[in-house]
T-cell receptor
């Protein structure tokens, strides 16, 4: 079945450490997105990519980095510059125009220890 | 700037009652509107997608309407069940949004009591 796979499900980060969240899709979607969800707040866009080797900052990109070397993959790195990284991270994909709607992964919960 | 609002923020109903969830948006220049369900600690599951040219979409007990001119969408869930307890989110894609980004409402948390 086609879908989006996020791994790991839970991730623990020490202070000053970089961590990478994985997102893989087999839907042949052109566009991919990373959102952050905090309790009591809506989903906020971190980065998005509409095509391989190209990506754009979203509303809260500071402290994060991404790459898009393959159509199927869009990993997110949470760097030590991100001051409050504890959150639930969701990856999504869509066709280029979004006409077919968005598909989301099951999420990664990141906790700073 | 597009703003999406969902009222109420929380809703509790007895099992069997019909659910009515509201979503409003300030800019009618939307490409489509999508309803999602989110269970605690889980990702988003797509329920219904309504293109801007459509008035409604149906799937089983779910029916979503769209009125672009008034900036509203309503999700109806017939004969609610305890398994319908979840948070429901609506989101729109603006026609001119860079990257066709989704703009989300804050969600409605639903509890269906047995």
């Amino acid at each position: 079945d086609g879908g989006i796979t996020q791994s790991p499900k839970y991730l623990f980060r020490k202070e000053g450490q970089n961590v990478t969240l994985s997102c893989e899709q087999n839907l042949n979607h052109d566009a991919m997105y990373w959102y952050r969800q905090d309790p009591g707040q809506g989903l906020r866009l971190i980065y998005y990519s509409q095509i391989v080797n190209d990506f754009q900052k979203g509303d809260i990109a500071e402290g994060y980095s991404v790459s898009r070397e393959k159509k199927e993959s869009f990993p997110l790195t949470v760097t030590s510059a991100q001051k409050n990284p504890t959150a639930f991270y969701l990856c999504a994909s869509s066709t280029g125009q979004g006409a077919g709607g968005y598909t989301f992964g099951s999420g990664t919960r990141l906790t700073v220890v | 700037k597009q703003e999406v609002t969902q009222i109420p923020a929380a809703l509790s109903v007895p099992e069997g009652e019909n659910l009515v969830l509201n979503c409003s948006f300030t800019d009618s220049a939307i490409y489509n509107l999508q309803w999602f369900r989110q269970d605690p600690g889980k990702g988003l599951t797509s329920l219904l997608l309504i293109q801007s040219s459509q008035r409604e979409q149906t799937s089983g007990r779910l029916n979503a309407s769209l009125d672009k001119s008034s900036g509203r969408s309503t999700l109806y869930i017939a004969a609610s069940q305890p398994g319908d307890s979840a948070t429901y989110l609506c989101a729109v894609v603006m026609i001119k949004a860079a990257g066709n980004k989704l703009t989300f409402g804050g969600g409605t948390r639903v509890l269906v009591k047995p």
